[in-house]
């Protein structure tokens, strides 16, 4: 697994390979002061990457600055009209400000928990159940085999599957 973003001291970076100049950069994300840095030598990147942090932060302590922190948790969403309304209607129907039906949607789509995925697991969970697993002795096999049948999906009429995009 490659791994190209490096933390210190609570900021992090991604770390790029400049094909042209032949050479990997970075910069401090999630601030709005751009701090960057590079280095032509791979074993030397991240203490560049550390370098540039402490630097960042002597810097703010000389100017009387305080340094930024990582990702405040507020930002600018660019979305359609019509979903913006949507979204406002959604959650004045659950009683929800916007930004909490948003956090909760941000965090599902993270999560890999979706509703989709839910209704999936749960139809899954329906399925495996409806599976009839018997033991079977015979004296010529090993002592115990499994089979496993399979009913018929004509006989679970209380299975229902739907897909919502």
Known sequence: MMKNILEY???HTKI????????LRGKIEGIND????QSQDIQQ??????SAV???LEFCMEVGKEPDKEYKGTFNVRITPKLHKDLAIYASKKGESLNSVVE?????YVNGSSETNIQLQQTIKILSMA?????VYREDELPISRQ????????LKHVKMSYQS
Do not use: C, P, R, W
Not at 45 to 50: G, H, K, L, N, R
Not at 131 to 135: M, R, V, Y
């Open 9 to 11: 001291k609570g900021y």
């Open 16 to 23: 790029e390979f400049d094909s042209d100049a032949q050479v």
């Open 34 to 37: 751009l701090v960057n840095f």
């Open 45 to 50: 990147i991240e203490a560049e990457f550390q």
């Open 54 to 56: 402490d630097d960042y």
């Open 104 to 108: 909760k949607a941000i965090q599902s």
């Open 131 to 135: 599976l009839e697993t018997q033991t």
């Open 148 to 155: 496993s049948n399979m009913l018929s999906f004509n006989n």
